[in-house]
């Protein structure tokens, strides 16, 4: 029975490690890091480098940082699996006979291999907020039925002690409301994480304060059932300790380990709202829920008692407490260093090159040149008015950037003219004006034909073929006025990789 109560533990904290890996998943924007299921760019150990891509993918989708992450976190939930296999194989050897233990086994068994199935359907659907949602709730019955199994084990290994103990009458309902409640906040933690995605995708140059208080009702419905939770956490716990008679140390412990992690957990929640969502912080704050709802099993098999064994001891909880403490620090260490690489893998841009100075005429007849460039990310392209070609689709893909980042002064987005002796001022007013330009951040400049070709040529090293042949890619240029990157306009993955690249400038130069 010993044996089974210490693999019942360790399977349980192997669990709670794989919901964190899940979380930094989330956090670090590794979800897609392998976007196929269950191979990982079609091979069952991902890529060291572009050259080990297969032929059929397009190797901008490929970011090696992220694919580890990912790709990590996939060998957990297989482990996981097979612990949780195990575990049930031990619960059908020792506890056949004990339903209690027995059946929550079983349990978590069949549905670590349906989540299994359903980490498929979260990559197929491209991290769809539902299924993803769906995915949490069921790791988090999961481990909650572990905890539950472990404690019914040990209630099996150590009972009949010689203290009584007496709770009040309704106890076992008040914590299995605590559970409950722990999995409604999570649930809508994660809803309110999705339109704070949702919203960045809209305004991606925004602080996440200020997403965050763009979400409206549903964040103001998640902060009201956190601070009800936690209110009545503090009134189950304190009824707890006062209308027991000789509570456990078991029952004890949990009550206060509840009642702190409701309160570290509030604190998060107004750092939150104060100065915005860190990456890190969001980690923590889904991993001490699930500890929570945890805790609150602990705590319901532990109340349905009346004598616990002797064996208990005060110095029990100040190990545990060390203990917890050294995991907090290793993994937040360890959270940080995945955060850190998987943001400069997605900034670590490469310096392509530098804009030579030059001075065209702007569409309003004021100059603009390489200075005017200068402080602002620019996205750049070559077109002309009369082009029936690449063009009105290159200006669709540009007016559909220059209203995504609307909400910033940021961004600019330049247009060189490849036609001069037809595209006067006046024509090049009237095509943006056409388009809905209705400001300065799209600029439409022109200058001599052989002044174009040696800026499209020796310039920005793409093609000076005028005007007809003229590059359909657009350009980055950062604020320093370096080149940083080329993207095809017509290519999903490539424009995709263009907002990521202007987001990520952006930061670097906050």
Known sequence: MKSFRRFAFLTTLATYFLIFMGGLVRVSGAGMGCPDWPKCFGRWIPPLSVTQ?????????????????????????????????????????????????LYPTLAAAVLVAFEGWQGSVVVASELEPFVVTVHMVLSLVIVSLLMYVGQESYHLEYSGGAE????????RVWVGLLWLGGILVIILGSQVREAVSRIGEVYPLWSSAKWLAMVGLLSDLHLI??????????????????????????VR????????????????????????????????HLWIAAIFIGLALVLFSAVKRGREALLERDRRFSIVLALALVAVVLAGTFGLAVIGQAEMSRTNLPILDTVPSFEFTERSGAPFGQMDMLGKINVVDFIFTRCKAVCPTMAVEMKSLYDLYAHSDLVQFVSIDVDPEH????????YLSNLGVTDNRWVFIRSEMDEVRSLSETGFKLSSDFPANHSPRFVLVDPQGRIRGYYEHLDPAAMKRLRQDIRAIARSFQ
Not at 164 to 171: A, C, L, Q
Not at 227 to 245: D, E, K, P, W, Y
């Open 53 to 101: 891509l297969p032929p059929d993918i397009n190797p901008h989708t490929f970011n090696l940082t992220l694919a580890w992450i990912e790709y990590f976190n996939r060998l957990c939930g297989m482990m996981v699996g097979i612990l949780i296999v195990i575990t049930a194989i031990l619960a059908l050897v020792h506890h056949r006979k004990v339903k209690r233990v």
């Open 423 to 430: 595209d006067s001022l006046p024509v090049m007013r009237e």
């Open 164 to 171: 009584e103990s007496v709770y009040p009458r309704k106890v």
């Open 253 to 284: 412990q949990s009550v206060w380990g509840l009642i702190l992690l409701i309160a570290v957990q509030l604190v998060l929640g107004l750092v939150f709202a104060v100065v915005g969502m860190s990456p890190i912080l969001e980690l923590f």
């Open 225 to 250: 059932l956190g601070i009800l939770l936690a209110l009545f956490t503090l009134f189950v716990g304190f009824s707890i300790l006062r209308l027991s008679h000789r509570p456990s140390i078991l």
